[in-house]
């Protein structure tokens, strides 16, 4: 963590983790090869939070190394359900459920998951299971 990420008191904002929380998304679908950019000027698509429900079990502090995963609990129609947490050393800091909607980059109108996306999330989960 960086002193920008705090109070004076060396505490994480709580509004950070929401930061936090968007990169290991990004992170994660550039990682299984879709960047949120070609996905907008390609397919005329962007990926928006639709709600998302968080536990604060314990803060972060000023110099903590964090590690922030993101990982598919559920695939739908035209949204992914992901279950994401921030951890230092092990200890889970944040526990988040957070529901994450395919929408047409002109209108905002929801729209399918893409197969092609579809089909590389479902495999991905099939490795992590087994």
Same mark, same amino acid.
């Given at each position: 963590m960086y002193y920008e990420d705090t109070d004076s008191g060396?505490?994480?904002?709580?509004?950070?983790? =929401?930061? /936090?929380? %968007? !990169?290991?998304?990004? %992170?994660? =679908?550039?990682? =299984?090869? /879709?960047?949120?950019? !070609? =996905?907008r000027d390609e397919l005329g698509l962007i990926i928006v939070i639709h709600s998302l429900s968080i536990q604060f079990k314990k803060p972060a502090y000023f110099n903590d190394m964090l590690a922030v995963n993101c990982v598919l609990s559920e695939l739908k129609h035209s949204s992914l359900i992901l279950q994401q947490t921030i951890q230092r050393d092990g200890v889970v800091l944040i526990d988040a459920h957070v529901k994450a909607a395919f929408v047409n980059a002109s209108s905002f109108k929801p729209i399918g998951v893409p197969a092609d996306i579809s089909h590389k999330i479902k495999l991905e989960t099939q490795q992590e299971i087994l």
């Open positions: 060396g505490v994480v904002y709580h509004s950070n983790y =929401l930061n /936090f929380m %968007e !990169r290991a998304r990004t %992170e994660w =679908l550039r990682a =299984l090869g /879709f960047e949120q950019t !070609r =996905l």
